[in-house]
């Protein structure tokens, strides 16, 4: 039997507050000092949609909604829609459904392509303070000129064209003048600089491709590092916090705040959230759906939170993993028992109970009068006595798990075998008396007797079962798909690659198993997409929309053993 109700340790799951840490400290400090003076405490999420969020981004959200409503904040939902062509609609409905579905609210929805017309003055005004130039190079070009690491860069020859040529070509980048790549401008800054990001960064390149939301409007596309933090200075950003990966970036973020002469957001820099056996990056999970590797981003073994929405894991347990995760100024790997156990313990405080059979093996109670049946009566859910009780019909036949069933069994094996009582949850012991074998030797019916003394699972004489099984009544039982889910790759480091390896090849190939001989109590019946219960002895489920009345199909959120609970157990924790 599985005890999962005692290895579970305590977690709240109805928390979600931010715990203290270095985020936290550095607001603390800026609200005390008023670094902002009266301003409030502002914060974005950025997403760029060009993909659907994940659970990495859940991180990114709760910090900064989190962060902003403990110090009495805001936060707007700003897309990042600078990359016309990787961008679309589907995407942006998608980011705003799953960031309520995690339970935010923003203040502004916000979009940096309706800043395009403000960072084009900007620009403007950069190229009149000779801070802005218009480079012939093409990408090559100013790649061989960057310089490396070691060597520092080489001035372009048109670096130094004057503030009114530059006007006149930037003009007419903007007005279509000129072919896709064949110019683009750039921030004049320092071609030595040990920052490979201020050796005159691109600001804007030619792109005759149609919008989302601007349509042909505009055939010059700002880059990430001078659309971001004007963006954010424009939504009086105080804090704007994005992933260590742009720490490199923040000397450029400050520069064109600075030259500009606008509000001082300041960038602040955490770890990535990344998660033993899956991998996030928007980039790799769109090749997964391209590829067809999977039946779509809410396939229920993707990491995204439309994926794992439809596995049945709850907003609430994202959310308290992430906390749990912590955050730090190092990227690290946090281990995917982890965020199934937050998601364990949530699920055994409100989800219903439930039997069912996956692998159906016939017991036929031979002294239970044929055509008889009665109802047993069932708690909902043990650990919440408000979600009341169910009957649940009984008869001479009914299904067990061909895994309870040994016709020898292996030492230490308590449940049933020929000679062995068991109890049936909640209905009666029996005592296995004989099978009846199908051609192929396999057994396809145990025989036993049950003892009527023993209704509702107790024997008054006080004889003690070993094993206490779920079961369906044959007569009842509804049928349905089961939908079985395993890691999505199967190394812990998905990067871990031999030579000549893409990450693709360590999906695991057995990561889903379609069960359709299934056995469910009827009460079933009735249950809802999205519905989530705990099959008895068997894990956590959830209504798949793909159901139809009459024919269910459940996925299996995460089997019943908390392997989490067990690791730490192991390390004495
Ligand atoms: P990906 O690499 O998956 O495409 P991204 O960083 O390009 O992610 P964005 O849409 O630009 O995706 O991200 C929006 C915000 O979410 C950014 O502030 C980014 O730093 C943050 N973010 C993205 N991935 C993670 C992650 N794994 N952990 C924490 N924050 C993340
Ligand atoms: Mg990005």
Redesign the pocket.
């Known amino acids: 039997m599985t005890n999962e109700n005692q290895e579970a340790p305590a977690a709240s799951t109805q928390e979600t507050h931010t715990p203290s840490n270095f985020l936290h400290d550095i607001v603390a400090e800026d609200v005390r000092t008023q670094k902002y003076g009266d301003a409030q405490v502002q914060t974005r ?4 949609p060009n ?1 659907y969020l ?1 659970i ?2 859940a ?2 959200i709760c910090l900064d909604f989190g962060l902003a409503d403990e110090f009495g904040g805001k936060t707007n939902l700003r897309f ?1 829609d600078t990359n016309p062509e990787k961008e679309e609609q589907e995407y942006v409905d998608s980011i705003q459904e799953d960031v309520r579905w995690l339970g935010f609210e923003w203040d502004r929805l916000c979009y940096a392509s309706d800043y395009f017309p403000q960072l084009y003055a900007w620009a403007l005004q950069l190229i009149k303070d000779g801070k802005a130039y218009v480079d012939d190079l093409s990408a090559d070009e100013i790649r061989r000129h960057r310089g490396t690491l070691t060597e520092p860069g080489t001035d372009s020859p048109y670096r130094t064209r004057s503030i009114e040529e530059n006007l006149d070509l930037f003009v007419r980048m903007k007005n279509g003048e000129f072919p896709d790549g064949s110019r683009v401008l750039r921030a004049k800054i320092d071609m030595a600089s040990p920052n490979l990001n201020m050796r005159d960064p691109v600001m804007y390149r030619i792109l005759h491709a149609s919008h989302h939301r601007t349509g042909d409007e505009w055939c010059i596309y700002p880059m990430y590092d001078y659309a971001h933090g004007q963006s954010d200075s424009i939504e009086r950003v105080t804090h704007s ?3 260590l990966e ?1 720490a490199d970036h923040q000397p450029l973020y400050r520069w064109f705040i600075e030259n500009l002469g606008i509000f001082p957001s300041q960038q602040i820099e955490f770890d ?3 998660i033993t056996y899956t991998m ?4 790799k999970l769109l090749q997964l759906v391209n590829e067809k590797r999977v039946s779509g981003w809410d396939d229920p073994r993707m990491p995204t939170l439309s994926g794992l929405r439809r596995r049945g894991f709850t907003p609430e347990a994202i959310r308290t993993f992430v906390a749990a995760a912590g955050v730090s100024r190092t990227n690290g790997s946090t281990d995917i028992e982890m965020l199934e156990h937050f998601q364990r313990d949530d699920l055994n405080h409100r989800a219903s109970r439930a039997m069912a059979v996956l692998h159906p093996l016939k017991l036929v109670i031979d002294n239970y009068p044929a055509g008889q049946e009665e109802s047993v009566e069932v708690a909902n859910n043990p650990e919440d006595p408000s979600a009341g009780t169910r009957q649940v019909p009984f008869s001479r036949e009914v299904y067990i798990e061909q895994d309870d069933f040994r016709e020898i069994p292996p030492p230490k094996y308590y449940r049933l075998s020929p000679g062995k009582e068991v109890r049936l949850r909640n209905a009666y012991f029996i005592t296995a008396q004989s099978v009846v074998k199908g051609p192929a030797g396999n057994i396809v019916e145990v025989h036993c007797t049950y003892d009527p003394a023993s209704r509702g699972g107790n024997s008054p004489d006080g004889r003690k079962v070993k094993s206490t099984m779920h079961w369906v009544s044959a007569a009842h039982a509804i049928s349905a798909e089961i939908r079985l889910y395993d890691k999505l790759f199967s190394k812990p480091d998905p990067y871990d690659l031999e030579e000549g390896q893409d990450v693709l090849d360590n999906l695991n190939p057995n990561s889903l198993e379609i069960l359709t001989a299934a056995k469910l109590e009827p009460s079933l019946a009735s249950a809802k997409a999205g519905d989530r219960f705990q099959f008895e002895r068997v894990g956590y489920f959830c209504v798949d929309p793909d159901s139809i009345p009459g024919n269910l199909v459940f996925n299996r959120t995460l089997p019943l053993k908390d392997s989490w609970a067990k690791i730490e157990k192991k390390a004495g924790a």
């Open positions: 999420f950025p997403p760029e993909g994940h990495g981004h991180k990114a990042d916090m994005c992933t742009f990535r959230l990344n996030l990056s928007k980039r």
